[in-house]
């Protein structure tokens, strides 16, 4: 059994910023890439960023410059330090990361249960 923890979200008004952690525990031999994703009402959920194991980065254009996502391969967690937010990035965020149990399973993609963040005007 493999779970993602996540922390972090609230309410804030549109320029503060928010820190989401994401913790993977349970039977873990390696995690290839974590990210977070968010979904808000009526809408896909969509990639914010990820970050793979060699710290290799990509993020939405709609956070990039804003949003910094960061990884502990030691500790295994990830996080999402989120500055200048604004109404739209109001969102229920997801964590996600690859994970194998085993040294010759395929891994899978696991999900946190989502936090919400929430910008006021």
């Known amino acids: 059994q493999v779970q993602l923890d996540e922390s972090g979200g609230g309410l804030v008004q549109a320029g503060g910023s928010l820190r989401l952690s994401c913790s993977a525990s349970?039977?873990?031999?390696?995690?290839?890439?974590m990210g977070w994703y968010r979904q808000a009402p009526g809408k896909q959920r969509d990639l914010v960023a990820w970050?793979?194991?060699?710290?290799?980065?990509n993020y939405a254009d709609s956070v990039k410059g804003r949003f910094t996502i960061s990884r502990d391969n030691a500790k295994n967690t990830v996080d999402l330090q989120m500055n200048s937010l604004k109404p739209e990035d109001t969102a229920v965020y997801y964590c996600?990361?690859?994970?194998?149990?085993?040294?010759?399973?395929?891994?899978?993609?696991?999900w946190g249960q989502g936090t919400q963040v929430t910008v006021s005007s």
């Open positions: 996600n990361a690859h994970i194998s149990s085993g040294r010759f399973s395929p891994g899978k993609n696991y």
């Open positions: 349970g039977s873990i031999f390696s995690i290839n890439v």
């Open positions: 970050i793979t194991t060699t710290g290799n980065t």
